[in-house]
T-cell receptor
Framework: DTEVTQTPKHLVMGMTNKKSLKCEQH?????MYWYKQKAKKPPELMFV???????INESVPSRFSPECPNSSLLNLHLHALQPEDSALYLC????????????FGPGTRLTVT | QKEVEQNSGPLSVPEGAIASLNCTYS??????FFWYRQYSGKSPELIMS????GDKEDGRFTAQLNKASQYVSLLIRDSQPSDSATYLC????????????FGSGTRLSIRP
C-alpha cells in the first residue's frame, strides 16, 4: 500500500481565516514533506519532517506553520494567507529520507480570496 | 545553470512509437534519480527510480542513467494516449540528501 491521504480536497478561505491541511500515511514512512505547486510549475519544497522532527524549512513565511503530531500525521496550519498563496498543496512521504522514493498524496487545492 | 533541466516540450509522439524524455543535472555527485508522471490537475506519481549507471526496465518504461555525462532519460515504448502527461525528473543532490530537486517537467502528447 503506497497511499498518502490528504484532507480536504478543496479549500476556499479568506485572508483573515485560520485553517489546517491534514496528511496521513500508514506505510511506516519516517520522512514527510509539504510541497506547494503553482500551475505549470514543478512542486516546490516547503518543509521536511524526519522522524517527527522538522529538518528543513525552505524559508517559508510564518503564515504557514507545520506540525507533525506523530509518525503517521502531518498538518499544515494556515493563517492570514495572501491570494498569491493559492496553489495545490501536496504532502509526500518516504521511508527515511529523500534518497528513497517519495509518494505523493492527491493534494489540497487551496484558493485564498 | 538550473540544478535539474528538462525540455519543457510539448513533445508529440505518435501512438505506438517510443517516447524519449531527457534530463540533465548539475550536481556531479547526485545519488538518486526519479521520474514522476503528473496528469493535469493531479498529483505527481512515481513511475521509476534509478540509483546506478545503466538501464532499468519496468514494463514499457526504461530509465537510463549516465553519471559521467550527468544525464538521465526515460523511454516509453509502445506509447499510448494515456501516457499523455507532464513528466518530472527529480534528483537528490549529495549536498542535501533530505530533499529532491525537480526539473520543470516535459509535457508529452501522444497523438492517435
Amino acid at each position: 500500500d503506497t497511499e498518502v491521504t490528504q484532507t480536504p480536497k478543496h479549500l476556499v478561505m479568506g485572508m483573515t481565516n485560520k485553517k489546517s491541511l491534514k496528511c496521513e500515511q500508514h506505510m511506516g514512512h519516517r520522512a514527510m514533506y509539504w510541497y506547494k505547486q503553482k500551475a505549470k510549475k514543478p512542486p516546490e519544497l516547503m518543509f521536511v519532517y524526519s522522524y517527527e522532527k522538522l529538518s528543513i524549512n525552505e524559508s517559508v513565511p510564518s503564515r504557514f506553520s507545520p506540525e507533525c503530531p506523530n509518525s503517521s500525521l502531518l498538518n499544515l496550519h494556515l493563517h492570514a494567507l495572501q491570494p498569491e498563496d493559492s496553489a495545490l498543496y501536496l504532502c509526500a512521504s518516504s521511508p527515511t529520507g529523500a534518497s528513497y522514493e517519495q509518494y505523493f498524496g492527491p493534494g489540497t487545492r487551496l484558493t485564498v480570496t | 545553470q538550473k540544478e535539474v533541466e528538462q525540455n519543457s516540450g510539448p513533445l508529440s509522439v505518435p501512438e505506438g512509437a517510443i517516447a524519449s524524455l531527457n534530463c540533465t543535472y548539475s550536481d556531479r555527485v547526485s545519488q538518486s534519480f526519479f521520474w514522476y508522471r503528473q496528469y493535469s490537475g493531479k498529483s505527481p506519481e512515481l513511475i521509476m527510480s534509478i540509483y546506478s549507471n545503466g538501464d532499468k526496465e519496468d514494463g514499457r518504461f526504461t530509465a537510463q542513467l549516465n553519471k559521467a555525462s550527468q544525464y538521465v532519460s526515460l523511454l516509453i515504448r509502445d506509447s499510448q494516449p494515456s501516457d499523455s502527461a507532464t513528466y518530472l525528473c527529480a534528483v537528490t543532490p549529495y549536498s542535501s540528501a533530505s530533499k529532491i530537486i525537480f526539473g520543470s517537467g516535459t509535457r508529452l502528447s501522444i497523438r492517435p
